[in-house]
């Protein structure tokens, strides 16, 4: 996905409140652990890192070092290992998300300028490239592919950011379906960003990024569940999120990207816990390179996130760096007792509709830097 160049961010109410369940557990929190990288344009340094990635067996830390053109590799302390592509290497022209395809080992990522998906091998040799995506539109400045990920069989979604919708493909690059459209209401999206599916339920978690919410879908693409919508900052509101991420135990990391934080909330869409807050006085804009980086907790745009092995990893877009968290407290969600609402939405949540729809307004990156967002 294209973030930084004519960048604009347009605020709209999806018009849907999501009601919790009556009982809930509030016992996940995030402890900061450790940086990864440092802004920059040489060997273990990054430059407006998105996807992140971490490789069985090896537990090596993959980035898209979207800027540098770029997979950055690192291990588990943080040590550079490799690079894969880089400029003028003629593989990649601005890498976004990343995953692993855990029946082959094989790496497909993002390539926005190039408008396709990059397959590489397990040691990063090129193998193939396969789809096209939507390029930018009048008053859109993302574009290209945007979350990716893999379901338990193998097939593999990606969000076509500017034609709102997911794109569903088998390992061999043949489009099989597309999901959503665009929209306000539950199952549409506006900027579908990130993405991530459950390996318990195989249920789909996406960033609705211009409706300032994310939703679940069943395997089948139906919507379960739809949170935020008005743009906001206080608990459990969102403002333009993009990455997302889900546990082993259905709990949801959101990076609540123009907050500069993570939220957190249980399967069933309840608020649990945040984590992080602004750098003091920033702007949206990348660090200079070799720039004293700032202090940890601290976030300049939030926009990937990967959890592994009780670590949720978190792209720091404008400070280029990831910071690596350690998830206390993790547990199972119960399924709700009583929920209070006009009806059932799929596997018992429930979304309500708002009286009233709030009215679009759309906010460039000047106004974002006058406001001081």
Same mark, same amino acid.
Request: hydrophobic content about 35%; cysteine-free; proline content about 4%.
């Given at each position: 996905? /294209?973030?930084?160049?004519? &960048?604009?961010?347009?605020?709209?109410?999806?018009?849907?409140?999501?009601?919790?369940?009556?009982?809930?557990a509030k016992s996940v929190s995030l402890e900061y652990d450790r940086n990864i990288?440092?802004?920059?344009?040489?060997?273990? @340094?990054?430059?407006?890192?998105?996807?992140?990635?971490? #490789?069985?067996?090896?537990?090596?830390?993959?980035?898209?070092?979207?800027?540098?053109?770029? $997979?950055?590799?690192?291990?588990?302390?943080?040590?550079?290992? /490799?690079?894969?592509?880089?400029?003028?290497? +003629?593989?990649?022209?601005?890498?976004?998300?990343?995953?692993?395809?855990?029946?082959?080992?094989?790496?497909?990522?993002?390539?926005?300028?190039?408008?396709?998906?990059?397959?590489?091998?397990a040691d990063g040799n090129y193998l193939k490239s396969f789809g096209s995506f939507?390029?930018?539109?009048?008053?859109?400045?993302?574009?290209?592919?945007?979350?990716?990920?893999?379901?338990?069989?193998?097939?593999?979604?990606?969000?076509?950011?500017?034609?709102?919708?997911?794109?569903?493909?088998?390992?061999?690059?043949?489009?099989?379906?597309?999901?959503?459209?665009?929209?306000?209401?539950?199952? @549409?999206?506006?900027?579908?960003?990130?993405?991530?599916?459950?390996?318990?339920?195989?249920?789909?978690?996406?960033?609705?990024?211009?409706?300032?919410?994310?939703?679940? &879908?069943?395997?089948?693409?139906?919507?379960?569940?739809?949170?935020?919508?008005?743009? +906001?900052?206080?608990?459990? #509101?969102?403002?333009?999120? $993009?990455?997302?991420?889900?546990?082993?135990?259905?709990?949801?990391? $959101?990076?609540?990207?123009?907050?500069?934080?993570?939220?957190?909330?249980?399967?069933? +869409?309840?608020?649990?816990?945040?984590?992080?807050?602004?750098?003091p006085n920033a702007t949206p804009e990348p660090l200079a390179p070799g720039a004293?980086?700032?202090?940890?907790?601290?976030?300049?745009?939030? $926009?990937?996130?990967?959890?592994?092995?009780?670590?949720?990893?978190?792209?720091?877009?404008?400070?280029?760096?990831?910071?690596?968290?350690?998830?206390?407290?993790?547990?199972?969600?119960?399924?709700?007792?009583?929920?209070?609402?006009?009806?059932?939405?799929?596997?018992?949540?429930?979304?309500?509709?708002? /009286?009233?729809? @709030?009215?679009?307004?759309?906010?460039?990156?000047?106004?974002?830097?006058?406001?001081?967002?």
């Amino acid at each position: 996905m /294209k973030f930084v160049k004519n &960048l604009s961010i347009a605020i709209v109410s999806a018009g849907f409140m999501v009601l919790a369940a009556a009982a809930q557990a509030k016992s996940v929190s995030l402890e900061y652990d450790r940086n990864i990288g440092s802004p920059g344009f040489g060997s273990g @340094q990054l430059f407006l890192p998105q996807g992140i990635d971490v #490789q069985e067996g090896t537990g090596n830390v993959f980035i898209s070092d979207s800027e540098n053109d770029r $997979v950055s590799v690192f291990d588990q302390n943080g040590n550079f290992v /490799k690079a894969i592509g880089g400029i003028g290497s +003629g593989l990649f022209d601005e890498t976004a998300d990343l995953a692993f395809d855990k029946l082959t080992g094989n790496l497909y990522v993002g390539d926005v300028k190039n408008n396709q998906i990059d397959v590489l091998d397990a040691d990063g040799n090129y193998l193939k490239s396969f789809g096209s995506f939507s390029p930018q539109i009048e008053g859109r400045r993302f574009y290209g592919p945007g979350g990716v990920a893999f379901d338990a069989v193998g097939n593999f979604y990606v969000a076509d950011y500017t034609l709102d919708t997911i794109k569903v493909y088998d390992r061999d690059g043949n489009l099989i379906k597309t999901i959503g459209s665009s929209g306000t209401g539950a199952g @549409q999206f506006q900027g579908p960003s990130g993405l991530s599916i459950s390996e318990k339920s195989g249920n789909i978690y996406v960033t609705d990024q211009l409706n300032n919410r994310f939703q679940v &879908l069943d395997p089948q693409g139906n919507p379960l569940l739809v949170v935020g919508g008005e743009a +906001g900052s206080g608990r459990g #509101q969102l403002n333009g999120p $993009v990455a997302i991420e889900v546990d082993d135990e259905e709990n949801i990391y $959101v990076g609540d990207t123009i907050n500069n934080r993570i939220q957190v909330f249980d399967k069933n +869409g309840n608020y649990l816990t945040e984590f992080g807050t602004g750098v003091p006085n920033a702007t949206p804009e990348p660090l200079a390179p070799g720039a004293s980086l700032p202090e940890p907790g601290q976030f300049n745009w939030t $926009v990937g996130a990967h959890y592994d092995n009780g670590k949720l990893y978190v792209s720091d877009f404008f400070n280029s760096r990831v910071q690596v968290l350690n998830v206390k407290g993790k547990t199972s969600i119960p399924e709700p007792t009583s929920v209070l609402g006009l009806g059932l939405l799929g596997l018992g949540a429930a979304v309500l509709l708002r /009286k009233n729809r @709030q009215q679009k307004a759309a906010m460039s990156l000047d106004e974002l830097e006058k406001t001081g967002v």
